[in-house]
C-alpha cells in the first residue's frame, strides 16, 4: 500500500481485503504502507518485488497513470501486471464551511477575484485529486493554490479547520464529514448525479466535459505468471462478492471491481492516455 495507514479508502479496502484473506487462508497477509511522492516510492519498492505472488501493490491512480507524465520515474508503471479493480467510487468538490461559496459559480467568482488565493488541498502532488483540482482551474479560467496532504484525512481536517478552502475528495471519505456538517459538497466529478448526495449538481453542469473518478487497483510485481495473476484475480473478485467486504465498501461509499486482469488493463491504459492530455493541455507540472 503506497499511502499511510488510516489515509483513507484505498487503506482501508487493503486492510480489510487483508483481515479476509487472513482467515480464509489461515496465515498472515499484512498491509505493508510505503508512503512518498504520492504513492510512488511504495510503487518502486513493489516493482522491485519477486514475482511471486507474496507481494502485491494496492494503489490508487497516480503512481500508475499520472506520475509518468509528470515527472522522471525508477520505475514502468506499465510493466505492472494488472490483476484487477478493487473498488472504483464518485469523486467531490468539497469546501470549507469557512468559504463563503455554495456552488460552482459562486466558487469560480471567489477564484477570480481573489487569484491565486484559492487553497486547493490534495492527496499529494501528481495525485488524481492535484489532477482534478488543476484540469478544473484550466476549465474555469482561474489560478488555484494547491496543498498537498497525506491522505484524505488530512486534507478533510485541514478544511474543516478552514487552512484550505476546497478538496477534490473521493466521495467513501468525504461522505461522513459532509453528512456531519464539518465540510460541504458544492458538487460531484461524476458524469451523473450521486445518489448519496440528493440535490448536489455535477461539475460538468458549468463545466462540460469534466468527468472523472476515484479507483484502486491491484497490481503485481513485472514477470509475475499470466497463471498466477489470473487465480489471484479469481480470489479476489470472490473477497469482493463476500458480504463482510461488500459492506465495507458500501459504508466507504464505493462500487466493488472484480475485473478481469484484461479488463483492468485497458481501463489503466485509458486512464492514462486521458491524464497524459489533460496534464498536456492544461499544462500542468509538478511544481
Same mark, same amino acid.
Given at each position: 500500500?503506497?499511502f499511510?495507514?488510516?489515509?483513507?479508502?484505498?487503506? #482501508?479496502? #487493503?486492510?480489510?481485503?487483508?483481515?479476509?484473506?487472513?482467515?480464509?487462508?489461515? @496465515?498472515?497477509?499484512?498491509?505493508?504502507?510505503? !508512503?512518498?511522492?504520492?504513492?510512488?516510492?511504495? #510503487?518502486?519498492?513493489?516493482?522491485?518485488a519477486?514475482?511471486?505472488?507474496?507481494?502485491?501493490?494496492?494503489?490508487?491512480?497516480?503512481?500508475?497513470?499520472?506520475?509518468?507524465?509528470?515527472?522522471?520515474?525508477?520505475?514502468?508503471?506499465?510493466?505492472?501486471?494488472?490483476?484487477?479493480?478493487?473498488?472504483?467510487?464518485?469523486?467531490?468538490?468539497?469546501?470549507? !464551511?469557512?468559504?463563503?461559496v455554495?456552488?460552482?459559480?459562486?466558487?469560480?467568482a471567489?477564484?477570480? +477575484?481573489?487569484?491565486? /488565493?484559492?487553497?486547493?488541498?490534495?492527496?499529494?502532488?501528481?495525485?488524481?485529486?492535484?489532477?482534478?483540482?488543476?484540469?478544473?482551474?484550466?476549465?474555469? /479560467?482561474?489560478?488555484?493554490f494547491?496543498v498537498?496532504?497525506?491522505?484524505?484525512?488530512?486534507?478533510?481536517?485541514?478544511?474543516?479547520?478552514?487552512?484550505?478552502?476546497?478538496?477534490?475528495?473521493n466521495?467513501?471519505?468525504?461522505?461522513?464529514?459532509?453528512?456531519?456538517?464539518?465540510?460541504?459538497?458544492?458538487?460531484?466529478?461524476?458524469?451523473?448525479p450521486?445518489?448519496?448526495?440528493?440535490?448536489?449538481?455535477?461539475? +460538468?453542469?458549468?463545466?462540460?466535459?469534466?468527468?472523472?473518478l476515484?479507483?484502486?487497483?491491484?497490481?503485481?510485481?513485472?514477470?509475475?505468471?499470466?497463471?498466477?495473476? @489470473?487465480?489471484?484475480?479469481? /480470489?479476489?473478485? @470472490?473477497?469482493?462478492?463476500?458480504?463482510?467486504?461488500?459492506?465495507?465498501?458500501?459504508?466507504?461509499?464505493?462500487?466493488?471491481?472484480?475485473?478481469?486482469?484484461?479488463?483492468?488493463?485497458?481501463?489503466?491504459?485509458?486512464?492514462?492516455?486521458?491524464?497524459?492530455?489533460?496534464i498536456?493541455?492544461?499544462?500542468?507540472?509538478?511544481?
Amino acid at each position: 500500500m503506497n499511502f499511510p495507514a488510516g489515509s483513507g479508502t484505498a487503506d #482501508a479496502v #487493503a486492510r480489510a481485503l487483508g483481515e479476509y484473506f487472513t482467515r480464509k487462508w489461515g @496465515q498472515p497477509v499484512t498491509v505493508d504502507n510505503v !508512503p512518498g511522492s504520492t504513492g510512488v516510492v511504495g #510503487a518502486s519498492a513493489a516493482y522491485r518485488a519477486p514475482p511471486d505472488g507474496y507481494t502485491l501493490l494496492v494503489t490508487p491512480a497516480g503512481a500508475l497513470t499520472v506520475a509518468q507524465h509528470l515527472q522522471t520515474l525508477d520505475y514502468d508503471p506499465d510493466r505492472f501486471v494488472p490483476i484487477t479493480m478493487l473498488e472504483t467510487s464518485p469523486i467531490v468538490l468539497v469546501a470549507s !464551511p469557512h468559504l463563503s461559496v455554495n456552488n460552482i459559480a459562486e466558487l469560480i467568482a471567489y477564484a477570480r +477575484a481573489h487569484s491565486g /488565493q484559492l487553497r486547493v488541498a490534495n492527496h499529494g502532488i501528481g495525485s488524481s485529486s492535484h489532477l482534478a483540482a488543476q484540469w478544473f482551474a484550466s476549465l474555469a /479560467q482561474i489560478q488555484i493554490f494547491n496543498v498537498p496532504f497525506r491522505g484524505s484525512v488530512a486534507g478533510l481536517r485541514a478544511l474543516g479547520d478552514g487552512r484550505v478552502d476546497v478538496f477534490f475528495d473521493n466521495l467513501g471519505s468525504s461522505l461522513q464529514p459532509i453528512r456531519n456538517g464539518e465540510v460541504k459538497a458544492l458538487a460531484v466529478a461524476s458524469a451523473k448525479p450521486e445518489p448519496l448526495l440528493a440535490n448536489v449538481p455535477t461539475i +460538468a453542469e458549468n463545466l462540460p466535459g469534466f468527468a472523472t473518478l476515484s479507483w484502486v487497483a491491484l497490481v503485481a510485481p513485472p514477470d509475475t505468471s499470466p497463471s498466477l495473476v @489470473q487465480w489471484l484475480s479469481e /480470489q479476489f473478485a @470472490q473477497a469482493l462478492r463476500e458480504p463482510q467486504i461488500e459492506k465495507t465498501l458500501a459504508d466507504l461509499a464505493c462500487e466493488p471491481g472484480g475485473w478481469t486482469p484484461q479488463a483492468t488493463a485497458a481501463f489503466i491504459r485509458k486512464e492514462s492516455e486521458r491524464w497524459k492530455s489533460v496534464i498536456r493541455e492544461a499544462k500542468i507540472s509538478v511544481q
